[in-house]
């Protein structure tokens, strides 16, 4: 019962700790966004993107990007990703600078860059 409780405890920190990176990372590129000279990308399931989504992004889900996807992206193009709870946009991130591709902006949650562009429903 210690173990769970250590784990949770574990976890409670941790993303509190990723939130506070990621709204630090966000101040610092929300002027960038707003200005975007380059592809803001969904990479949330497509039912999502359809109910409500960032003016102006397109929506590549992660398991797509996994699956092959990204082969069709322009290594040098700047790419502002974003997700749900900032898990997925961590992960393609990572994934994508790993393929090689130069300009990869971690944006995190969807609750956090729609503070800086306005949301499309």
């Known amino acids: 019962m210690k173990i769970i ?3 949770v405890l574990t976890l409670i920190v941790i993303f509190l700790i ?3 990176i990621q709204v630090s990372n966000i101040d610092k590129n929300s002027n960038l966004i707003s200005t975007a000279k380059g592809i803001i990308l969904d990479v949330r399931p497509n039912k999502a993107y359809e109910s ?3 003016k102006g992004a397109i929506n590549i889900s992660m398991n797509d990007i996994f699956e092959g996807a990204y082969k069709s ?3 040098k193009q700047t790419y502002y990703i974003y997700c749900y709870l900032g898990l997925m946009s961590i ?3 990572t994934f994508l600078k790993e393929k090689g591709f130069e300009n990869i902006i971690n944006c995190g949650p969807m609750s956090e ?3 800086y562009i306005n949301c499309v429903k």
Do not use: A, P
Request: proline share 0%.
């Open 5 to 7: 409780g250590i784990v």
């Open 18 to 20: 990723y939130k506070y």
């Open 52 to 54: 409500n989504h960032i």
């Open 73 to 75: 992206l322009d290594k």
């Open 91 to 93: 992960k393609v991130s």
């Open 113 to 115: 860059v729609n503070k």
